[in-house]
């Protein structure tokens, strides 16, 4: 099993005016009880404010977050080892055609509603084919547009996360719309019996008045014949 040993940091070693109380190698987040993974090229600093910083064990560049020590630590790649950069290389083969197949299915339904609508135009004969061509790698224009950016796994875990937390929220959403319009049908038939209410508190009080006139003309029919 391998373990990690936590160092104390040299008594001159500051950060932002802060002295460093612990240093050792920094866990990765996907680290797991007994299988922890270790990033042996990057340093995990505790500050005596109790907050923590990452540190290039190539250079002093620091970070709060282990993210970009990660991505720092390209530009101390040897150029015999260092790895082409996306944006001026593309992928060819078959990585190519599952990474930009991922990011079009997004655009499917988009793209068909849109050619349903719009009249097809037939391509000059001299125009060169946008297609894809899995044999060499090509893509068309949209689909370089939709190429993932390059993140790293703990990044990629929160975005996710962040998904995960926004379709909560939209269900809780919409279920309280629904107890809304509950409460506004509810309030609805409430007012419509207040109303009815109030009608038969009128029709009565038109009854009981009548029933007076009644009873004044029986006391004065029995008068007279008296």
């Known amino acids: ?21 612990a240093d050792e190698a920094a866990l990765s987040p ?36 282990l993210g970009k020590i ?32 991922a990011t079009r299915t997004r655009h499917t339904s988009a793209t068909a509603a849109a050619s349903a609508v719009t009249a097809p135009q037939a391509a000059p004969a001299s ?41 909560k929220v939209r269900t809780e959403n919409d279920e309280l719309r629904r107890e809304c319009a509950e409460l506004r049908a509810g309030h609805d038939e409430l007012l419509a019996a207040t109303r009815g209410l109030a009608d038969l508190r009128r029709r009565a009080e038109t009854a009981e008045q009548r029933l007076a006139t009644i009873q004044q003309l029986l006391r004065e029919a029995d008068g007279t014949g008296a």
């Open 1 to 21: 099993m391998t373990s990690t040993t936590t160092a104390p940091a040299a008594a001159s070693e500051t950060i932002d005016g802060l002295a460093v109380v």
């Open 30 to 65: 996907l680290s797991k009880p007994g299988k922890p993974i270790i990033f042996h090229r990057i340093r995990e600093l505790l500050l005596e404010d109790g907050t923590v910083r990452y540190r290039c064990i190539e250079c002093a560049e620091t970070s709060r977050q």
């Open 70 to 101: 990660r991505y720092h630590l390209r530009t101390h790649l040897r150029p015999d080892t260092a790895r082409p950069s996306r944006k001026t290389k593309p992928r060819t083969g078959r990585a190519a055609t599952d990474q930009v197949g």
């Open 127 to 167: 125009a060169p084919s946008a297609a894809h061509t899995p044999e060499t790698g090509g893509s068309t224009t949209a689909s370089r547009a939709t190429v993932l950016p390059d993140l790293t796994l703990a990044e990629l875990a929160n975005r996710l996360y962040e998904l995960a937390e926004l379709d």
